[in-house]
Protein backbone atom coordinates (compact mmCIF):
# COMPACT_ATOMS: atom_id res chain seq x y z
CA UNK A 1 0.00 0.00 0.00
CA UNK A 2 1.73 3.20 -0.64
CA UNK A 3 2.84 5.23 1.95
CA UNK A 4 1.12 9.01 0.93
CA UNK A 5 0.13 11.44 2.93
CA UNK A 6 -3.70 10.27 2.92
CA UNK A 7 -2.87 6.60 3.76
CA UNK A 8 -1.16 8.30 7.37
CA UNK A 9 1.63 6.04 7.08
CA UNK A 10 5.16 6.43 7.58
CA UNK A 11 8.13 4.89 5.68
CA UNK A 12 9.54 3.58 9.43
CA UNK A 13 6.49 1.59 9.86
CA UNK A 14 7.21 -0.17 7.13
CA UNK A 15 10.63 -1.21 7.35
CA UNK A 16 12.24 -3.23 9.94
CA UNK A 17 14.06 -2.20 12.70
CA UNK A 18 17.05 -0.10 12.41
CA UNK A 19 18.72 -2.46 15.02
CA UNK A 20 16.87 -5.35 13.78
CA UNK A 21 18.03 -4.48 10.12
CA UNK A 22 21.43 -3.86 11.04
CA UNK A 23 21.83 -7.36 13.13
CA UNK A 24 20.97 -9.42 9.66
CA UNK A 25 24.56 -7.32 8.31
CA UNK A 26 26.36 -7.67 11.63
CA UNK A 27 25.55 -11.73 11.57
CA UNK A 28 26.55 -12.06 7.91
CA UNK A 29 29.90 -9.87 8.53
CA UNK A 30 31.24 -11.31 11.95
CA UNK A 31 32.95 -14.08 10.64
CA UNK A 32 34.48 -12.43 7.53
CA UNK A 33 35.57 -9.45 9.52
CA UNK A 34 37.04 -12.10 12.13
CA UNK A 35 38.74 -13.71 9.78
CA UNK A 36 40.70 -10.33 8.15
CA UNK A 37 41.51 -9.20 11.76
CA UNK A 38 43.33 -12.83 12.35
CA UNK A 39 45.14 -12.87 9.03
CA UNK A 40 46.45 -9.20 9.67
CA UNK A 41 47.32 -10.64 13.12
CA UNK A 42 49.55 -13.02 11.38
CA UNK A 43 50.88 -10.83 8.76
CA UNK A 44 52.96 -9.18 11.48
CA UNK A 45 54.47 -12.38 12.61
CA UNK A 46 53.28 -12.24 16.20
CA UNK A 47 49.06 -13.92 15.98
CA UNK A 48 48.08 -15.70 18.96
CA UNK A 49 44.43 -16.61 19.72
CA UNK A 50 45.12 -14.70 23.54
CA UNK A 51 45.75 -11.73 21.34
CA UNK A 52 42.61 -12.06 18.74
CA UNK A 53 40.24 -13.02 22.21
CA UNK A 54 41.65 -10.46 24.38
CA UNK A 55 40.50 -7.76 21.47
CA UNK A 56 36.78 -6.52 21.00
CA UNK A 57 37.15 -5.62 17.30
CA UNK A 58 35.25 -8.44 16.07
CA UNK A 59 32.20 -6.44 17.31
CA UNK A 60 33.15 -2.98 16.66
CA UNK A 61 34.43 -4.05 13.44
CA UNK A 62 30.78 -5.27 11.99
CA UNK A 63 29.17 -2.68 14.28
CA UNK A 64 30.51 -0.80 12.05
CA UNK A 65 29.96 -2.29 8.62
CA UNK A 66 26.45 -2.88 9.79
CA UNK A 67 26.19 0.93 10.32
CA UNK A 68 27.83 2.10 6.74
CA UNK A 69 25.34 -0.14 4.97
CA UNK A 70 22.19 -0.40 7.24
CA UNK A 71 22.22 4.16 7.24
CA UNK A 72 22.46 4.94 4.11
CA UNK A 73 19.82 1.79 2.24
CA UNK A 74 17.71 2.95 5.36
CA UNK A 75 17.70 6.69 3.95
CA UNK A 76 17.09 5.81 0.73
CA UNK A 77 14.46 3.30 0.93
CA UNK A 78 12.35 5.82 3.63
CA UNK A 79 13.27 8.53 0.66
CA UNK A 80 11.63 5.99 -1.75
CA UNK A 81 8.64 5.08 0.16
CA UNK A 82 7.72 8.58 1.33
CA UNK A 83 7.43 9.80 -2.34
CA UNK A 84 6.89 10.28 -5.66
CA UNK A 85 5.54 7.33 -6.78
CA UNK A 86 1.64 8.13 -5.70
CA UNK A 87 -0.85 5.41 -5.32
CA UNK A 88 0.58 3.28 -7.49
CA UNK A 89 1.62 -0.23 -6.03
CA UNK A 90 3.93 -1.50 -9.41
CA UNK A 91 5.90 1.73 -9.41
CA UNK A 92 6.71 1.88 -5.69
CA UNK A 93 7.68 -1.60 -5.61
CA UNK A 94 9.74 -0.90 -8.69
CA UNK A 95 11.48 2.60 -6.56
CA UNK A 96 12.09 -0.11 -3.65
CA UNK A 97 13.81 -2.89 -6.11
CA UNK A 98 16.21 -0.34 -7.55
CA UNK A 99 16.99 1.12 -4.14
CA UNK A 100 18.31 -2.37 -3.14
CA UNK A 101 19.68 -3.15 -6.74
CA UNK A 102 21.93 0.33 -6.75
CA UNK A 103 23.44 -0.85 -3.40
CA UNK A 104 23.99 -4.59 -4.66
CA UNK A 105 25.51 -3.41 -7.69
CA UNK A 106 27.50 -0.89 -7.01
CA UNK A 107 28.10 -0.05 -3.08
CA UNK A 108 28.10 -3.03 -0.77
CA UNK A 109 31.43 -4.37 -2.61
CA UNK A 110 33.25 -1.00 -2.00
CA UNK A 111 32.06 -0.85 1.98
CA UNK A 112 32.62 -4.27 2.32
CA UNK A 113 36.32 -3.96 1.20
CA UNK A 114 37.29 -1.26 3.47
CA UNK A 115 35.64 -2.96 6.07
CA UNK A 116 37.48 -6.25 5.20
CA UNK A 117 40.97 -4.07 4.93
CA UNK A 118 40.21 -1.86 8.21
CA UNK A 119 39.33 -5.24 9.88
CA UNK A 120 42.82 -6.47 8.65
CA UNK A 121 44.97 -3.10 9.50
CA UNK A 122 43.23 -3.69 12.93
CA UNK A 123 44.37 -7.20 13.46
CA UNK A 124 47.99 -6.76 12.71
CA UNK A 125 47.76 -3.45 14.92
CA UNK A 126 46.25 -5.14 17.78
CA UNK A 127 48.97 -8.11 17.32
CA UNK A 128 52.13 -5.75 17.42
CA UNK A 129 53.54 -5.38 21.36
CA UNK A 130 53.35 -2.28 23.20
CA UNK A 131 55.17 0.84 22.00
CA UNK A 132 56.29 -0.66 18.91
CA UNK A 133 56.85 1.89 16.13
CA UNK A 134 54.23 2.25 13.01
CA UNK A 135 54.33 4.38 10.02
CA UNK A 136 51.55 5.26 7.81
CA UNK A 137 52.30 4.40 4.13
CA UNK A 138 50.34 6.17 1.25
CA UNK A 139 49.04 5.05 -2.02
CA UNK A 140 47.02 7.37 -3.78
CA UNK A 141 45.12 4.91 -5.73
CA UNK A 142 41.59 6.79 -5.25
CA UNK A 143 43.32 9.96 -5.71
CA UNK A 144 44.95 12.11 -3.20
CA UNK A 145 43.88 11.86 0.32
CA UNK A 146 45.54 14.31 2.86
CA UNK A 147 44.45 13.07 6.26
CA UNK A 148 46.41 10.33 4.81
CA UNK A 149 49.51 12.63 3.55
CA UNK A 150 49.54 14.19 6.75
CA UNK A 151 49.19 10.76 9.24
CA UNK A 152 52.45 9.92 6.62
CA UNK A 153 54.60 12.96 7.49
CA UNK A 154 54.29 12.57 11.25
CA UNK A 155 56.69 9.30 10.65
CA UNK A 156 56.96 6.47 13.17
CA UNK A 157 54.65 6.80 15.79
CA UNK A 158 54.86 4.51 18.86
CA UNK A 159 51.50 1.77 18.91
CA UNK A 160 48.87 3.49 21.38
CA UNK A 161 49.58 7.18 20.06
CA UNK A 162 47.18 8.42 17.66
CA UNK A 163 48.58 10.12 14.57
CA UNK A 164 47.51 13.58 13.40
CA UNK A 165 43.96 12.74 12.11
CA UNK A 166 43.34 10.78 15.16
CA UNK A 167 43.53 7.34 13.81
CA UNK A 168 45.52 4.56 15.58
CA UNK A 169 45.87 2.80 12.40
CA UNK A 170 45.28 2.63 8.77
CA UNK A 171 41.62 2.07 7.68
Same mark, same amino acid.
Given at each position: YP?????GAK???VL??? =? /??GERFRQVARPFLTEAF =? /?????TGTFSPTTVAATPDGDRLSDALAEAV???LRKRLESVLAGGQGDDPVALAEAVGAAYREWKTKRVEVVAADHVANA?????YAALPAGAEVRWLVEDVGGPCPDCDDNALAGPTAKGEAFP????HPP
Open positions: LTERSPASADR =E /AH =E /AGATFVDPFAAGATGQL
